[in-house]
């Protein structure tokens, strides 16, 4: 309202107000805390409650009804200086009518909308340690902030909330992230030299994602600066944002792999018949393996075996992700 019709004179007062609220009023009209003045208008809209209107003299008393929780009991009544009612909704009106008896004018609240800005999507799948470069993530997200641009930035990681940053989305950690990747603007990887290849930045190149990175010798072998990506310098200095927000049109072919002159012969692998890891939920003694299996307990076996071991209530099938110190105690 205050944007729509700046060229009203229109007043906010108000007794307890967001720093941030408040500040985003100005802007736009009047705003004045309340401290116990009187004060004098054509028109007096009450939001909600009635703590200043015995200080006010007005000509006309209006009651904005702006939730149908005003219809119901929470403690909201009429007052006698009210003279004129306005809903948001006809739903707000209606129950209001059927509550109080008085009639409630539909007036629908003014949307005012800015230019939505372009949202800077980033995503990274890394560990959190200095030579994965946490650092550096961290002054970039600070760079960021500092820049006024709007982003998010998804971190498939275990090492979560090590970096104090409220545009940042933790992650667990998956398989397979290629779709997050081929949605993301950029994919960040700012690690230290010693990278023998930077799988994730190839993976995302071969989706069409651009990539932000240290001038490590192996990623320079993949990234041309502003082409398909930006490197930026590992002392993280004079980086500029803005032109991160430019879209990078480019093609990526990974480089031919002898892979497939090393690996002779021809799989007769079948997956169907490939053992499937279950989980015990009652403990049983297991004929096949000749040992009796406590709860919890992993098991592998056959698709089969193990739907006859299913039917039988002792094991659950289990996507458990173990970490590497649970891999080390159970192993």
């Not at 007794?15 to 401290?35: C, E, F, M, P, S």
């Not at 982003?151 to 933790?170: M, V």
Request: charged content about 30%.
């Amino acid at each position: 309202m205050a944007k729509k019709y700046k060229d009203r004179d229109i007043t906010f007062m108000y007794k307890v107000g967001h720093v941030d609220q408040v500040n985003r009023l100005k802007k736009y009209a009047r705003t004045i805390r309340w401290d116990g003045q009187q004060v004098e208008c054509d028109k007096f809209f009450a939001n909600y409650t009635h703590d200043i209107i015995d200080y006010v003299t007005a000509k006309e008393y209006i009651q904005v009804i702006h939730t149908d929780y005003m219809s119901q009991d929470i403690g909201f009544a009429p007052h006698p200086l009210i003279s004129r009612y306005i809903g948001v909704s006809p739903i707000v009106c209606e129950n209001f009518k059927k509550k109080f008896g008085l009639d409630c004018e539909l007036v629908y609240n003014p949307i005012e909308l800015d230019k939505p800005k372009r949202i800077l999507h980033l995503i990274s799948a890394t560990r959190l340690t200095r030579e994965k470069g946490k650092d550096r993530m961290e002054k970039l997200g600070k760079i960021l902030n500092q820049s006024g641009i709007l982003y998010d930035w998804r971190i498939f990681t275990d090492n979560k909330k090590e970096i104090d940053n409220p545009n940042i989305l933790w992650m667990r950690p998956r398989l397979d992230i290629s779709s997050f990747i081929a949605e993301a603007d950029y994919l960040v990887q700012l690690s230290d030299e010693g990278e023998g290849r930077g799988y994730s930045i190839e993976e995302a190149l071969m989706l069409g994602t651009p990539v932000i990175c240290t001038p490590v010798t192996a990623f320079r072998d993949m990234i041309e600066n502003g082409k398909n990506g930006w490197i930026v310098p590992f002392n993280m200095r004079n980086i500029d944002p803005e032109k991160w927000l430019e879209k990078l049109e480019f093609t990526y072919t990974p480089p031919f792999s002898k892979w497939s002159e090393i690996l002779k012969g021809k799989s007769n692998y079948n997956p169907s018949t490939a053992p499937l890891s279950y989980k015990c939920i009652k403990r049983y003694d297991d004929t096949i393996l000749g040992k009796r299996i406590e709860v919890g307990e992993s098991v592998e076996c056959d698709k089969d075996r193990a739907e006859y071991l299913k039917n039988k209530g002792v094991l659950e099938w289990t996507d458990t992700i173990y970490s590497s110190t649970e891999i080390r105690k159970n192993y």
